[in-house]
């Protein structure tokens, strides 16, 4: 089990404050990956402001991959 406090942009919480609180939550997640060397790990709850519950928002969450249009 892990807590942290993050910062959000005030600009993206007003847009979605779900959303922007779970886009943090899961760059701290791989953050802690990395960590422990990329070891099996469990998103068992995720939840913001002691009562706003995003799990299944973070676990939703993919990379978006730059797009290959490199020439070779």
Known sequence: M???QF???DK????DADFAVGIIAYEWIQQRRREIGFRHMTIDKVI???QHDITE???QIQPIDPPD???F
């Open 48 to 50: 913001w402001d002691e």
């Open 57 to 59: 928002l973070v676990r």
């Open 2 to 4: 892990s807590r942290a």
């Open 12 to 15: 993206d919480f007003k847009a």
């Open 69 to 71: 249009d490199l020439p």
């Open 7 to 9: 910062h959000v942009r």
